[in-house]
């Protein structure tokens, strides 16, 4: 048997032997050949097999997909973060640096956090399985120490338990996922004391702690957000000063801006990065992502996507009282028309679900009027200009409510969801009753 210390220096020998010449490349593959054929006894078959590079594995696809059923557009942010996981997965991540780095660039409200949470959900099973620093935070030195710890003999050396260490960076390791989430949010407002540490971190993949012990970044993916840029993003949409929407915006609203003016987006967003930040920052990061505005497509999915979660939340062990909700086409207009604002994506949308849907229904749970087992339908009351809310049946066994939800296709939403299906719902309701009754019947006999 050959050993392949013996073919690499034999390979390398031959390489810059002939390094200049193609012919003579051939020639090394050949010798190569002999090496490798002679050395464990099979024989080497010559290919010329094109290879697809464009293919992914499995479990950069199945991030790629968990991605997208979470996140709202953003395409282009979710392949290079899908590309990149594949170069850790592949190994070829170089090893003295961070698994990766990432700048998010883009107008508030577009996904930026909920991008890494999703990442974190996908990767972990938990959406908060992240180290958040709110750089705003970090202003003076004293507030380092709570990333860092004080050095020992200070004044509270120590009470301190650094936000930084290497036991809260490895918290959220799986036996099969060796991975951490830092994200630094709002990094324009960073200090001077916290831009010097993250520097080190994305340079070296470590940070040394007031104590001086080392913590150890290699395993971690590194996230910035900023909202750098959305000033300059925004009046490409809205060219002229005032209220009214330029034509810009209002196909922004519509989902149906070009692509030239979605480029000028992306570069005004990476323009106004490289402005603010140092080149050494700029050249450490493996990627400056840029979030696109939300349209009104855009956020009809995501409404779709939020009254999913809330429907699953209420499944779930937070309330104790599971109980099923629809809305119609007119409820799920207003939210949509009550939720739409350039400026703040899909926060507005956010907490207008909240103010009009969420509360509404907290009262009625805490009031005893919606119970476990009810079907709530919500509909729009255009003379008062707000959401109705009708009991549509009660006492319905939980594995009904279930089966209800799954056919109303429970897939996060994206395209068709329970939400605007509130005329399913009281269509399902004399089934229901026959199911009830019969499952009763069969119970007293
Ligand atoms: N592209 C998106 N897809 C799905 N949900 C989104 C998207 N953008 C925003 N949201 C929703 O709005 C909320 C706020 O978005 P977030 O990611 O925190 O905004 P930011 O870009 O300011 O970090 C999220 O929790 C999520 O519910
Ligand atoms: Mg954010």
Not at 44 to 63: F, I, N, S, W, Y
Not at 239 to 254: C, H, I, S, V, W
Request: hydrophobic fraction near 40%.
């Amino acid at each position: 048997m050959l050993n392949p210390k013996v073919i690499i220096a034999s390979s390398k020998h031959l390489t810059n032997h002939f390094q200049h010449s193609h012919a003579c490349f051939r020639h090394f593959i050949l010798g190569l050949e002999t090496l490798v054929a002679s050395s464990n006894g099979r024989n080497v078959t010559k290919l010329r097999k094109p290879l697809d590079v464009r293919q992914t594995g499995e479990e950069a696809e199945k991030l790629r997909a968990d991605l997208h059923k979470r996140i709202v557009g953003q395409d282009e942010p979710i392949q290079q973060i899908v590309n990149l996981y594949q170069t850790y997965l592949a190994g070829m991540a170089s090893p003295s640096r961070p698994v990766g780095s990432f700048l998010f660039l883009g107008p508030t409200g577009t996904g930026k956090t909920r991008l890494v949470e999703a990442m974190a959900e996908s990767l972990v099973g938990d959406a908060r399985a992240m180290i958040k620093v709110d750089c705003a935070e970090f202003q003076h030195s004293h507030e380092i120490a709570k990333l860092v710890g004080s050095p020992p003999g200070y004044l509270g050396h120590r009470e301190t338990h650094p936000l930084l260490s290497q036991e809260v960076l490895d918290q959220y390791h799986t036996e099969k996922v060796k991975l951490s989430f830092v994200l630094f949010d709002e990094v324009e407002k960073a200090s001077d004391a916290l831009w010097n540490l993250l520097l080190g971190v994305l340079d070296k993949a470590t940070l040394t702690l007031g104590d001086t012990r080392r913590v150890d970044f290699t395993q971690t993916m590194i996230f910035m957000t900023s909202n750098l840029g959305a000033a300059e993003m925004s009046s490409i949409l809205r060219p002229r000063l005032g209220f009214t929407p330029g034509d810009k915006e209002r196909e922004q609203l519509a989902g149906t801006l070009d692509g030239d003016t979605a480029d000028k987006i992306s570069r005004a967003g990476v323009e106004a990065a490289r402005r603010r930040f140092t080149p050494e920052f700029m050249n450490r990061l493996d990627k400056v992502l840029v979030f696109r505005p939300l349209g009104e497509p855009e956020l009809r999915k995501i409404l779709n996507l939020e009254l999913n979660l809330l429907q699953q939340r209420i499944f779930s062990s937070s309330t104790p009282t599971p109980f099923f909700f629809a809305l119609t086409a007119p409820a799920k207009e207003f939210l949509l028309r009550e939720g739409t604002d350039l400026k703040y994506g899909a926060r507005h949308l956010r907490r207008a679900m909240e103010r009009e849907l969420v509360n509404p229904l907290s009262n009625l749970i805490a009031s005893g009027q919606v119970r476990g087992g009810d079907l709530v339908s919500v509909d729009f009351d255009s003379s008062a200009n707000s959401l109705l809310f009708f009991k549509e049946a009660e006492n319905v066994p939980e594995h009904a409510v279930f089966k209800l939800w799954d056919l109303a296709g429970s897939d996060g939403g994206k395209n068709h969801s329970i939400a605007a299906e509130a005329e399913l719902m009281q269509a399902a309701v004399p089934f229901l009753e026959l199911e009830h009754r019969a499952l009763s019947a069969s119970e007293r006999s």
